[in-house]
């Protein structure tokens, strides 16, 4: 079995016998949790689209380890079209979800170990590629996702990782042992990682040769021994507690991060594919960085698309939609969105072949593409709120439409223009609500700061990678020095 199906990725997830807390319980089955249900639903979204005949050509992709036909989201990109059709493939899940739909980090990350273990090896001897070249089979042959886990819990950060009081604060080997690897500590902020088969674990940093026990890459199962996931809250979560989920905006998907902790987890050595080699932890942490950061000219700009169309729904519905001054902002709001994709697009364009055959995307555009995503959608999320009006954080609940005693006063009062009806404009508003305050803008807002990098680590790369010194050969030049 090559693709798997929505369903029963959604009954592998609720199966798995992984250590899950959310809000201090225990859960049992992910996908049957109320608060995790949405996430759950948005990545199996992934496998809903594969099997779609109007969409397979995009989320289907062949291996070229296996010859298989398989869900795009476990593919090795082989040129510059898979590039750019990843891209396209995460704006569609974006406007098909609105949300992080979360399958895309351990897509980024598996390309990037597949090219970095095939560098350890030319480079220092060593025998990863055909190990992760096993693994890559086992996820493609299989549908499976792994989640990437990167970010460390990073303690004192003016210190590296060996000089923390607390040795735990970056993941590390903690003992080496026949046959395999003992490992310890956490990683925060990981997307998707309760709704994973696997955990895909590298570095975050750049590492010295003091820190060796921290450079460190391998793959377990996500119910491993030792591994145990504590749910991250987001603003409204318990919204879809209530009776009929009434206010969630939002009906079907979310995204969701977790903090995901080992305990002295033992890998077997085929599992391992770095073990001290501090020297390619730098090298690692960009490759994986520009993958992701280019990624994210897909996803949140397929948010934004259904930002955009809510917004002009809202102005419909109230009447202002042939204002000039509305007609502007929503221009506004497509020219900055465009302007993220067109970043994405063009990283993907000048893509390139890693030394291992893996296609990696341009890391100058890559990083000035997750620049812009730091900042636009706050001004497209500003311009959207501007145009509904204070309703969007006044208005009653959905749910008090159906009490006798006041939903007439609602239906009376909060119509908007004739042949409207309050619902339909609650509904609406509820969902710019969510993406822009909401569950949905941890996805589309502080994700797009801080996920795959804060914005301080991309002015870091443009500084590096910019060529300013040919651009002053053109001035002086030009200028007759
Ligand atoms: Fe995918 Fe975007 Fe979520 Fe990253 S933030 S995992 S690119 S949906
Ligand atoms: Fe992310």
Do not use: W
């Not at 959608?377 to 439409?401: H, K, N």
């Not at 009490?403 to 006063?409: D, F, L, R, S, V």
């Amino acid at each position: 079995m090559t693709l798997m199906t929505r369903d029963a990725y959604l009954t592998s997830i609720g199966r798995l016998d992984n250590r899950v807390f959310i809000q201090g319980e225990r859960v049992e089955s992910v996908p049957d949790h109320p608060i995790s249900r949405p996430p759950a639903q948005a990545l199996a979204e992934t496998y809903e689209q594969a099997a779609q005949e109007d969409m397979k050509h995009l989320f289907t992709a062949r291996s070229h380890l296996t010859g298989e036909t398989i869900n795009r989201f476990t593919h090795i990109q082989q040129d510059v079209e898979d590039l750019i059709k990843k891209i396209l493939m995460l704006r569609e899940m974006g406007r098909k979800t609105a949300c992080c739909f979360q399958r895309c980090a351990g897509l980024d990350c598996m390309n990037t170990v597949y090219a970095i273990t095939h560098d350890l090896d030319r480079e220092l001897g060593t025998r990863y590629h055909d190990r992760f070249v096993d693994f890559m089979k086992y996820i493609q042959s299989n549908d499976l996702v792994p989640a990437a886990c990167m970010t460390d819990t990073k303690g004192d950060r003016s210190l590296p990782p060996s000089s923390q009081e607390d040795p735990d604060q970056y993941l590390r080997i903690v003992e080496e042992k026949k046959g395999g690897v003992v490992i310890r500590g956490a990683k925060l902020h990981i997307t998707g990682a309760v709704n994973s088969h696997e955990l895909l674990v590298v570095p975050t940093r750049a590492l010295r040769e003091e820190d060796r026990a921290y450079a460190v890459s391998f793959a377990v199962p996500a119910d491993t021994r030792g591994v145990t996931f504590i749910y991250g809250r987001q603003p409204s979560d318990t919204r879809r507690l209530e009776e009929g989920r009434p206010d969630v905006g939002n009906l079907y998907y979310g995204g969701c991060e977790a903090m995901v902790t080992f305990e002295d987890v033992f890998v077997p050595e085929e599992r391992v594919f770095m073990k001290g080699e501090y020297q390619m932890a730098g090298r690692l942490v960009e490759l994986f960085a520009a993958h992701h950061r280019a990624s994210y000219g897909g996803c949140k700009v397929g948010v934004g698309d259904v930002l955009i169309g809510a917004t002009a729904a809202i102005a419909e519905i109230q009447g202002t939609e042939k204002s000039s001054h509305v007609r502007d902002k929503i221009a506004e709001m497509i020219h900055l969105n465009e302007t993220l994709h067109a970043g994405a697009l063009a990283s993907a364009g000048r893509g390139y072949a890693t030394p291992s055959g893996a296609f990696a995307v341009d890391p100058l555009l890559a990083n000035v593409c997750k620049l812009n995503i730091t900042r636009f959608p706050f001004e497209i999320s500003r311009l959207a709120q501007d145009i509904t009006g204070g309703i969007l954080v006044t208005m009653p609940s959905l749910g008090d439409l159906d009490n006798p005693e006041i939903g007439h006063y609602i239906r009376k009062y909060l119509t908007g223009r004739k042949g409207e009806n309050s619902e339909k404009r609650l509904r609406i508003l509820r969902l710019i609500e969510n993406i822009t305050l909401g569950t949905g803008a941890v996805s589309y807002l502080t994700e797009s700061i801080h996920g795959a990098g804060s914005p301080q680590a991309q002015k870091i790369m443009i500084t590096r990678l910019a060529d300013v010194e040919s651009a002053k050969t053109c001035a002086y030049r030009l200028c007759g020095i």
